[in-house]
């Protein structure tokens, strides 16, 4: 049975960290709550939901905003999962790998927003 009602709490975004697989694990303050707000939120650890965030209360004519999401199938790579393991293979097989892939890449992009800044500013 899915729970389709909105929790929302003061809170602040405290950390934001990179992991391996390029995902993100963000750790969320509160503000103290009461009994009643934490007894929700603590039912809902570990679980598997969607964020809304905004600097003021969230309101009702706030969510009509939304863009619809599609879920990526599961297993599924994203453009830029794609992109780094089509580089990397690159990176292997055509370089002397004399730069370490990670530097390699960062430089490829750099130039790349680089390139980007200078065509929008044409």
Known sequence: MENKKL???ASVIEKIETRRDHTLKLTIGTQELD???????????NKIGWLLFQEVP???TDLSDI?????RPKGE???SQREREAMWI????????K????????????RRIKSWNEKTNE
Request: negative net charge.
């Open 67 to 71: 863009p619809d999401f599609i879920p």
């Open 77 to 79: 790579k994203s453009e």
């Open 90 to 97: 690159y990176w292997k097989n055509k370089t002397d790998q």
């Open 99 to 110: 730069v370490e892939f990670d530097e390699w890449r960062k430089n490829i992009i750099e």
């Open 7 to 9: 929790f929302q709490v």
């Open 35 to 45: 009994s009643d707000n934490e007894t929700i939120l603590m039912r809902l650890r």
């Open 58 to 60: 969230i309101e009702k």
